[in-house]
Each structure stands twice: as C-alpha cells, then as structure tokens.
C-alpha cells in the first residue's frame, strides 16, 4: 500500500528551497499580508483514508478555486446551455486578460478565466433566489463543513481595487453576456473568491469530482457522470491558465489554483488533493505548490495518465 504520509513528509522537506522564489499576490490588498512561508496538504482517499501535513488545518482565501463551486451550479442547473456563453478552449492568455475578449467579441475562451467566471456568477444569479448565501450552502453541504464562511475584508478590498474585473464585466455587458446588473455580479463574485477553506476542507470538498459527480460521505448526486467528467477535462485544459500545458505536463491531474496560494486537484475513481503556498509565480499559481503535486504524482506513482 502506498505510504502517503511519508510521501507527504519528503514533499514537504523538497519544496523548502522554493520558499522566497514566488511572491504573494499583492493585487488584493487584504491578501498580501499573508504570511508567505505557509505550507500545507492535505490528501483525501475515496476509501476514506485522511492525511495531512503542515499548515493544513488552516483556513486561507481560495479565490479562483471557487470557480469550480460556481461552475459545477451553473452547469446543474443550465446543462449544455452554458456553453452558449462561455467556451471551452484554453485560453494561453493571463486570467485576467482583456484583448482576448474583445476579438472573440464577449465570448469568454472558458469559465476559469475571469471573464468567463463572471458569466458563469451571472448565470447563477438569475437562477437562485439568493446566490451568495445559495454559493456558500452549496461549499457546505458538498465539504460537510457547516462553519465554512466569506471573508468580508477580502471582499470589499477586492471590491475597492478590483478595476480589471469590472472592465470585464462591463466589456461583457456590453455584448450582452452579463444580464444582472454589473454591481451584483462583481458583488457576488468578489464574495466567491473570499470564501475562507483549508486544504482538508478544500480536499473534501472535491472528493464528488473524483466520485463521477456523487458526494461521497452522503451518496447525493451534484453531477451527472457525464459532467463530472466534463469538468474535470476543463480543469484540466483550462485550470492553470497560461500554465495549463506545463501543469498537464509536470503533475498529471486536473486541478484549480487560486491567488490566495491554493491548488486542488483530483484523480477520478482514488482521490482528491489540495496543497496551500502562499508565493504565486508569474502565471497567478503557487510556486512550492505546483512543485508539490509534481512531486506526489511522481513518487506515488499515480496520475490520470
Ligand atoms: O478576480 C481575481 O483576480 C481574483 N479574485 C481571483 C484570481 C485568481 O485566483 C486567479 N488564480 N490563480
């Protein structure tokens, strides 16, 4: 059987040199106070098995990690539908990227990119009667964890500084592929990215898509075992924005990073794993945590691969 706390230990001990080669995203005032030398994993098993490492147990701000929360609402409710609006192409380009927009006239490449992001938020507000408490419900209910809840400083402090987003959301609006008002969808979106997880928490909470769509402590269906398949290509392909190819490469599994430092990824039918490091390379993702999943894939010897 594979000794997955020692694997986890030896990865810990190896990412150490990379400490004070990435920098903590500073974009987000709130954020760039975060201590950068955190350092957390957490693996849980379908089997049930739990092992962690590190700052593991503590809470930070999963930013785009939250994307798949909302992704995962949006295509229950709408279907295929969703992909009238948003496409299904990596983009190659920053997450936070304009011009594509504008040649691909409103049209987002995918929903990881903010752009498609905030289609995707659009699209939940006008099917939920309250979508920042429905996002915060559905994160509970899939995670088991009742307390999980939004940072209110990140928030607004990315609500204060957050001029790309809504050049996005306007450029959007503009072709009419946002229909709420454009204050809502960066209110509700600015919220989903200041949801406060750990990566035992964030680990459990993607264990429905290494499940074929069905959470697994409780046997509900989120997905079908179609879409679950679906949105593991896309966190696949488009997970790590202009890093998408080299994350394939190096690791080997589907994921989602997040500014605030956090990567979680997945392979279907074993496990789900979240790593925290709050250092980001150039690209928007975490330095020793890309190198950590790098790591695991190859000294357990597993991946989608
Ligand atoms: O919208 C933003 O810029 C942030 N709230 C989220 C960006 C993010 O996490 C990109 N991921 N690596």
Known sequence: MTDYQHILESIRRD???LFGKGKVASYIPALKNTDPKKFGIAL??????????GDANERFSIQSIS???TLTMAFAMVGEELWKRVGLEPSGSAF???VQLEYEK????????NAGALVVTDVLIQHLPDPKADILNFVRKISGISDIEYD??????????????TALVNFLKSHGNIVSPI???LDVYFHQCAIMMSCRELAKAFLYLANHGVIPATGERILTDSQAKRLNAVMMTCGFYDEAGEFAFRVGMPGKSGVGGGIVSVIPALLAI??????????????????????FTTRTGRSIF
Do not use: C, H
Request: proline share 6%.
């Open 106 to 113: 409103g049209k987002p490449r995918n929903p990881f990119i």
């Open 274 to 295: 979240a790593v925290w490091s709050p250092e980001l390379n150039e690209r928007g993702n975490s330095v020793a945590g890309v190198m950590a999943l790098e790591l």
């Open 152 to 165: 209110l400083d990140i928030a607004r402090s990315e609500r204060e500084t957050g001029f790309t987003n």
């Open 15 to 17: 990412v150490q040199p």
């Open 96 to 98: 936070n990227s304009l």
């Open 183 to 185: 204050e809502q969808v």
């Open 44 to 53: 849980e098993t379908l089997a049930g098995q739990e092992y962690s490492i």
């Open 67 to 69: 994307k798949v929360f």
